[in-house]
């Protein structure tokens, strides 16, 4: 089975930065069950905020991606030392909305990740805070973590927060009620969703049930659950909120070559 893990940036930053480790030891597991994972982790202007003494994220586009740039470095230096203990290598994936709507640059990646995925290799994919503007970001990686999914031709999208499931209302409300599985094609309209922004990342119900939603309708399972419980969920099980996929099955994607070889694509350059 191949899985896209999103992480997202509270989930694995301040008093949750330990939490790394107990996410790359479930993936670990994952991949010793024979699951190909691809990783997709936000927090690199999280990572980038302490390091340049900024009080809290920044505000203004230049200073953003001046923090991405710093953090970025930290960021997938801390998911390697994390994955060396398990003797894995990571690679670095940066792309942009821009990237995904070209169709050479699409296909690009894709051939790019799924090499990667035959060497043993984890993708861990970020947006390119670097080189977005306002005008044409994801705008939060739960987004981005669906077009991956869909390139990528995945069987599952794993979207871990700090919320162990879908509510019907915001969870901080006294009689919320989690939802543990919503139907393909249910417009969930008796449910009251929210979005959060905090100092370190954006997003909330509101991006996660639209990515789910995307990754449904293009055949691929989705979960939504609480970082915490990534052992679980990437073990199989149904805990948290579980999008039913689209029921005409999985559509596949002809713009990736899986027979390229690693060979092929080292000497192409």
């Excluded at 670095?92 to 090499?115: F, P």
């Excluded at 044409?136 to 869909?150: M, P």
């Excluded at 997003?203 to 399972?221: C, D, M, P, Q």
């Amino acid at each position: 089975m191949r899985i896209v893990v999103k992480v997202g940036s509270s989930s694995i930053s301040g008093a949750n930065t330990g939490q790394m480790l107990t996410i790359v030891d479930a993936i670990a597991s994952a991949r010793k069950a024979g699951h190909e994972i691809i990783l997709v982790s936000s927090g690199a202007i999280a990572s980038g905020i302490p390091v340049l003494q900024l009080q809290g994220r920044p505000t203004d586009l230049a200073t953003q991606q001046a923090a991405a740039a710093v953090g970025q470095n930290i960021l997938i230096g801390r998911w390697q030392a994390a994955l060396d203990f398990h003797k894995v290598v990571a690679g670095q994936i940066l792309l942009t909305t821009a990237d995904l709507g070209n169709t050479k640059t699409r296909a690009n990646a894709g051939r790019a990740m799924e090499t990667m995925l035959g060497m043993g290799v984890i993708p861990i994919v970020n947006e390119n805070d670097t080189v977005a503007t306002d005008e044409i970001r994801f705008g939060d990686n739960d987004k981005l973590a669906a077009l991956v999914a869909e390139l990528m031709d995945a069987d599952h999208l794993l979207l871990l927060s700090d919320v162990d499931a879908l509510y019907d209302r915001p969870p901080s409300v006294e009689d919320a009620k989690p939802i543990n599985f919503v139907a393909y094609g249910d417009a969930l309209e008796d449910i009251e969703l929210g979005a959060v922004a905090t100092d370190v990342g954006l997003g909330g119900a509101v991006t996660k049930v639209a990515a789910a939603r995307y990754a449904a309708e293009h055949g691929i399972t989705a979960q939504i659950t609480a970082a915490a419980y990534v052992q679980k969920a990437l073990a199989g099980d149904r805990l948290g909120t579980i999008f039913e996929s689209n029921p005409n099955g999985h559509p596949g994607n002809p713009t990736i070559d899986k027979t390229v070889t690693a060979q092929e694509t080292v000497t192409k350059g």
